[in-house]
């Protein structure tokens, strides 16, 4: 089946820093979309992407659609104690079936 | 702003007893998804429902996992027995299901935490 592969595994930086995480695909995907998720909560939309080349940003955050379909970025600039939490990549296939393919997260520490 | 409402949002319960899930998707959502995450990992998709209908279960555990969406809204997530292997956070998740702007984007509950002892 589709693995996604998400990296950094974690990371640990200062306020002020950027930050950037990536997924991989074995298969490509139509859709890749970047959830954000607090400890004991569920995962909160950030950010859609839907096309190949797409860069999107949502205030602080700006999202890529890799041009290979295979692939998706994430940058968080000027981070924030607040963008503390764990974040997915996912990923869909297509057609009407909606299901999502989850990264395994990567885990941001902001240190005040 | 709507939500997808779950309850409980932690059970503990002991091997071999039954547990129960509910959620109640956004307004007018078509399509509910349950996803099974364990600690450390992404969610998992277990069930996804088209009104009520089944559209994908292929990675729920049928012979302890059962769910059902009666009426096309709510949606109760059961197991039965439980084994302590299925401590995790289930979540619920629901879309649009029909051809509009974001239509396949999954909006997630609290979800409800299970630790079977």
Known sequence: G???????????????????????????FNTWLWYKQDPGEGPVLLIALYKAGELTSNGRL??????????????ISASIPSDVGIYFCAGQSGGSNYKLTFGKGTLLTVNP | EAEVAQSPRYKIT???????????????????????????????????????SVVDDSQLPKDRFSAERLKGVDSTLKIQPAELGDSAMYL??????????????????????????
Request: include cysteine; glycine fraction near 8%.
């Open chain 1, 62 to 75: 700006t999202a890529q659609f890799g041009i290979t379909r295979k692939d998706s970025f994430l940058n």
């Open chain 2, 92 to 117: 619920c998740a629901s879309s649009p299901g029909t051809p509009v702007f974001r239509a396949n984007v999954l909006t997630f509950g609290a979800g409800s935490r299970l630790t079977v002892l």
């Open chain 1, 2 to 28: 589709q693995q996604l592969n998400q990296s950094p595994q974690s990371m640990f930086i200062q306020e002020g820093e950027d930050v950037s995480m990536n997924c991989t695909s074995s298969s490509i």
């Open chain 2, 14 to 52: 002991e091997k071999s007893q039954a547990v129960a899930f509910w959620c109640d998707p956004i307004s007018g959502h078509a399509t509910l998804y349950w996803y099974r995450q364990i600690l450390g990992q992404g969610p998992e998709l277990l069930v996804q429902f088209q009104d009520e």
